[in-house]
């Protein structure tokens, strides 16, 4: 095993490393406290939503209460669907050299423990659900569908990017009826646009373990699209482009947002033209980015909503 003991390989030093008691770390990175990155991609989403919703609804600026609970649930629910990932995965995990270490196949957290632990942060996602009114509440409740089958995809399709992008996606469809009580076309439209760049930028983050996974028989459109990626990434990233500006549209978007939307459009670009996939600590920090990328866009939303 590469790396220090206990430490996933993708993750370099950081709080859980320094700070945290001993007792508490496994549950720290099971959690993926340590690698906060895809609890971003999952808020998001949320965010974006609720910048549409405030856009539409003729108000300044997103409700800052609902920012702050999806910030809370993203992190609570992120944490729980990568711990019940690490169960599911246990067996995989220990035969990729990535991911060997995680604390289930390292043998630092039994099954037992960590289902546990994915019920206590599911309470708190529960409660933070329940802070919105009754549409949101089922419509929240309808994503946990998609959270639970995305595990097994990767056994059985080439395509689980898609699984992803319907479970990290679904904030989109959250922030909307935060505000409406209901669902429109912007909604779903953002919706669709964001599986689009998620499908994306998962296929970069896939190619850190192309090798790995051909081997033991694991699917991605990593491998699926091979020397291709780099046209195939061009292909999502312009489909969620213009998805997104179909859904600012049909919401009111004026020219702020468009230009939010064109600096998102431009980092989108950047990564493809960037990209190295024999390079996996490059593909990592272009996943990475797409943090920055999507709250280029959140940006705009919030400067239109506010200068209209």
Same mark, same amino acid.
């Given at each position: 095993?590469? =790396?220090?003991?206990?430490?996933?390989?993708?993750?370099?030093?950081?709080?859980?490393?320094?700070?945290?008691?001993?007792?508490?770390?496994?549950?720290?990175?099971? $959690?993926?406290? /340590?690698?906060?990155?895809?609890? &971003?991609?999952?808020?998001?989403?949320?965010?974006?939503?609720?910048?549409?919703?405030?856009?539409?609804?003729?108000?300044?600026?997103?409700?800052?209460?609902?920012?702050?609970?999806?910030? #809370?649930?993203?992190?609570?629910?992120?944490?729980?669907?990568?711990?019940?990932?690490? #169960?599911?995965?246990? /067996?995989?995990?220990?035969?990729?050299?990535?991911?060997?270490?995680?604390?289930?196949?390292?043998?630092?957290?039994?099954?037992?423990?960590?289902?546990?632990?994915?019920?206590?942060?599911?309470? +708190? *996602? @529960?409660?933070?659900?329940?802070?919105?009114?009754?549409?949101?509440?089922?419509? *929240?409740?309808?994503? @946990?569908?998609?959270?639970?089958?995305?595990?097994?995809?990767?056994?059985?399709?080439?395509?689980?990017?898609?699984?992803?992008?319907?479970?990290?996606?679904?904030?989109?469809?959250? *922030?909307?009826?935060?505000?409406?009580?209901?669902?429109?076309?912007?909604?779903?439209?953002?919706?669709?646009?964001?599986?689009?760049?998620? +499908?994306?930028?998962?296929?970069?983050?896939?190619?850190?373990?192309?090798?790995? /996974? $051909?081997?033991?028989? +694991?699917?991605?459109?990593?491998?699926?699209? =091979?020397?291709?990626?780099?046209?195939?990434?061009?292909?999502?990233?312009?489909?969620?482009?213009?998805? #997104?500006?179909?859904?600012?549209?049909?919401?009111?978007?004026?020219?702020?947002?468009?230009? =939010?939307?064109?600096?998102?459009?431009?980092?989108?670009? &950047?990564?493809?033209?960037?990209?190295?996939?024999?390079?996996?600590? @490059?593909?990592?920090?272009?996943?990475?980015?797409?943090? /920055?990328? =999507?709250?280029?866009?959140?940006? *705009?939303?919030?400067?239109?909503?506010?200068?209209?």
């Amino acid at each position: 095993m590469s =790396g220090t003991a206990g430490r996933v390989a993708d993750s370099t030093g950081n709080w859980v490393d320094t700070a945290a008691p001993s007792w508490l770390k496994p549950y720290l990175r099971l $959690a993926r406290l /340590d690698r906060p990155i895809g609890s &971003w991609l999952l808020l998001i989403p949320c965010w974006w939503s609720a910048g549409l919703a405030a856009i539409a609804a003729g108000r300044p600026y997103p409700d800052p209460w609902h920012c702050l609970l999806f910030f #809370i649930g993203a992190f609570a629910m992120r944490g729980a669907g990568c711990t019940w990932n690490d #169960i599911a995965d246990r /067996d995989l995990d220990a035969k990729v050299e990535r991911t060997r270490s995680r604390p289930i196949p390292a043998g630092q957290v039994t099954v037992k423990q960590a289902f546990a632990f994915l019920v206590a942060q599911a309470l +708190i *996602g @529960l409660l933070v659900l329940l802070q919105f009114n009754p549409f949101t509440i089922l419509v *929240g409740i309808l994503s @946990l569908a998609t959270v639970a089958i995305y595990p097994f995809l990767k056994r059985v399709t080439h395509w689980p990017q898609i699984g992803l992008g319907l479970a990290f996606s679904w904030g989109a469809l959250m *922030g909307w009826p935060a505000v409406f009580g209901r669902l429109d076309p912007a909604a779903f439209v953002l919706y669709a646009g964001s599986i689009a760049w998620v +499908i994306a930028y998962d296929t970069i983050y896939a190619h850190q373990d192309r090798e790995d /996974d $051909a081997l033991i028989g +694991i699917k991605s459109t990593a491998i699926l699209f =091979g020397e291709r990626t780099r046209p195939m990434l061009a292909t999502f990233f312009a489909a969620a482009v213009v998805l #997104i500006a179909m859904a600012g549209w049909l919401a009111g978007g004026g020219w702020i947002f468009a230009l =939010g939307l064109a600096a998102f459009a431009m980092q989108l670009a &950047w990564q493809t033209w960037r990209l190295d996939m024999a390079d996996p600590a @490059l593909c990592l920090r272009l996943f990475k980015s797409n943090r /920055d990328a =999507g709250l280029i866009l959140f940006g *705009g939303m919030i400067l239109d909503a506010f200068f209209r």
